[in-house]
């Protein structure tokens, strides 16, 4: 049988530590990139501009998502994880009319969705309140 030497406890200590800090640097990543994304489909910015006017969707949410206390909630530039998203737009529950695939494609969702991310963000100084 074969014996399996592991190293002094310097070397020991030096691979604990490039795992813990590799790992948790890794995931700290992932998380932000699946955070800005919310892992939605790729999306054209343009088109989904475009598609957003198209689809009166500014008559109530503003031309930049900013939403307003009459019409429509704000939906950029951090618009809720994809998922529910989409199903909102599918299958609204209140105010808001429905726009199925028929009408506003998946792709074209996409888009839409892509331009809301797009928006910028407001500036750092203004209250928390107002975001
Ligand atoms: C006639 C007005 C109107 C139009 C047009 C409209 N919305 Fe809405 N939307 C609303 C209202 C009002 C709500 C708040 C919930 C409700 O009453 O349904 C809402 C809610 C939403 C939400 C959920 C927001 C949240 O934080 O939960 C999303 C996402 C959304 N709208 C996206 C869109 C998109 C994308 C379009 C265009 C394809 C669109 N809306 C068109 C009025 C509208």
Known sequence: MRTFRVGSSATLVALAMA????????????????????????????????????????????????????????????????????SYVRRPLREMPPYTSKVVTDQEMADIYAFLQSRPQPPATMPAILK
């Open 19 to 86: 795992l813990i800090f590799g790992a948790t640097g890794a995931r700290s990543q992932n998380a932000a990139q699946a955070a800005k994304s919310g892992d939605a489909p790729a999306g054209n910015v343009e088109a989904g501009k475009r598609i957003y006017n198209k689809y009166g969707c500014y008559q109530c949410h503003g031309r930049e998502g900013q939403g307003s206390s009459i019409t429509g909630p704000r939906v950029g530039p951090n618009p809720i994880p994809y998922e529910s998203f989409s």
